[in-house]
């Protein structure tokens, strides 16, 4: 049975930095695409981030993009995403998500498993 399982998530000031982890089990080895994603009260989850296992290759969105980092730890099955000078706009709660559809990358209609998400709180 495939599981994702997110952690990382917490509190912080504005300008401070989180990792997220995302353990994958029970999946293919090799390259896929993977996502990361966010979801705020009462707003639509949006996607963050995007990469390709392996090569490395990943896309953000506008919002994150210079200030969030996509990596993984594939001997360990981990998915990180390295978030940077956090806002109080990045305060969510974060998903990663494996199954791709092949469609838009950060759409979270394009992929099928999904973990069970970590909360982000950004104060100021």
């Known amino acids: 049975q495939v599981q994702l399982v997110e952690s990382g998530g917490g509190s912080v000031q504005v300008g401070g930095s989180l990792i997220l982890s995302c353990v994958v089990s029970?999946?293919?080895?090799?390259?896929?695409?993977m996502a990361w994603f966010r979801q705020a009260p009462g707003k639509e989850r949006e996607g963050v981030a995007s990469?390709?296992?392996?090569?490395?290759?990943?896309l953000y969105s506008d919002a994150v993009k210079g200030r969030f980092t996509a990596t993984e730890d594939n001997a360990n099955n981990t998915l990180f995403l390295n978030m940077n000078n956090l806002k109080p706009e990045d305060s969510a709660t974060y998903f990663c998500?494996?199954?791709?559809?092949?469609?838009?990358?950060?759409?979270?209609?394009?992929?099928?498993?999904w973990g069970q998400g970590t909360q982000v709180t950004v104060s100021s």
């Open positions: 998500a494996i199954r791709w559809r092949g469609g838009d990358p950060l759409s979270p209609r394009e992929y099928v498993i």
């Open positions: 029970g999946y293919k080895s090799g390259r896929y695409r």
């Open positions: 990469m390709y296992t392996i090569t490395g290759d990943a």
